[in-house]
């Protein structure tokens, strides 16, 4: 792992200054990763690794990320390859599928944050994407808590209805249409989920086809993958996510049968506030309606006792 930038001071959410550190991490066939690291502030708690979203980058977690190290957490964001500040050149060169994503990219981040903080406690923080692809990362269990925000599986007649009614044209239409002509997925033009590389954009096509989602396309060795992961899983969703429906959050905590589970489903008014949807846990304006009350917690469950 080598540091790419000077540290960045910025004020974080808790009104500590976060040191903020662009940083390279390498994957085990040697492709670069953009990372950031967010030092703790004040008595050290634990690690997270946020595991990002499909074709989100890792700047959507910068809001989370100052906060929780502020709170005294060790935190790493990245990009998955192709994605955000990993993108190097044009999507057509990059070959990755969302199993490279989780065997390869996430495995060396995972790994990189523990080495760096040595026996702290450490959680994934998962976003949509990074909740399904646990049981592919060979390293999964350096983990020690699983906290899975708006995480479901993708199946598209367990859509939300606003997603679902839109997904036919995705699936059927634009995916197979673009996808050979452009090379990759070009999802950002279209304002339709983002640029995503052709073996990541046509596996997902085929899991979400799928009512078992991945492990429908997978069969029985992907399901032994999900019963074999034991980490604790706390798993939060909302009301008026306009992609995860109920439905597809059972359907995906289903599949971890090994891990004890705990689940908290929460509406706009339950948190005080307009709208969450599928994206808007990591504003900064979550931090009290969301984050103190709800992710703290499950951080703080296997958080050290605060030490200097």
């Not at 452009?182 to 899991?207: C, E, S, T």
């Not at 019963?227 to 905590?253: H, N, Q, W, Y």
């Not at 504003?283 to 469950?301: K, N, Q």
Request: glycine share 10%; with cysteine.
């Amino acid at each position: 792992m080598n540091a790419t930038a000077t540290p960045d001071v910025a004020v974080g959410e808790v009104g500590e200054l976060v040191a903020e550190r662009e940083i390279e991490v390498s994957a085990r066939d040697g492709v670069p990763l953009a990372a950031t690291r967010y030092d703790g502030v004040g008595p050290t708690r634990g690690a997270v690794l946020v595991v990002p979203a499909m074709a989100v980058p890792q700047r959507l977690y910068r809001p989370i990320a100052r906060w929780l190290a502020g709170s005294g957490y060790e935190v790493m964001t990245f990009d998955y390859r192709g994605m955000g500040r990993s993108r190097r050149g044009s999507l057509r060169r990059v070959e990755a599928d969302i199993l490279t994503w989780a065997e390869l990219d996430t495995a060396a981040a995972l790994a990189a944050l523990r080495e760096e903080t040595g026996d702290l406690p450490l959680t994934w923080l998962a976003h949509s994407l990074g909740g399904q692809i646990v049981p592919f990362v060979p390293n999964h269990d350096l983990a020690d808590k699983l906290v899975m925000v708006a995480c479901g599986s993708g199946y598209w007649r367990d859509n939300a209805p606003p997603t679902k009614r839109k997904v036919p044209l995705l699936w059927w239409g634009l995916v197979p249409l673009l996808t050979p002509l452009f090379g990759y997925f070009p999802g950002k033009r279209l304002g339709v989920v983002g640029d995503v590389p052709r073996g990541a954009i046509r596996q997902w096509r085929r899991w979400c086809m799928d009512p078992d989602y991945v492990v429908g396309v997978l069969g029985e060795p992907a399901r032994a993958r999900f019963a074999g992961v034991t980490t604790p899983i706390t798993s939060i969703s909302f009301t008026d996510d306009e992609m995860m429906s109920a439905r597809s959050i059972a359907k995906l905590d289903s599949f971890y049968t090994g891990a004890a589970h705990t689940a908290r489903r929460l509406s706009p008014a339950d948190l005080g506030v307009a709208r969450v949807g599928h994206f808007g846990a990591f504003r900064a304006a979550m931090r009290e309606p969301l984050w103190e009350p709800h992710v703290l917690p499950a951080l703080a469950s296997i958080a050290t006792a605060p030490s200097s």
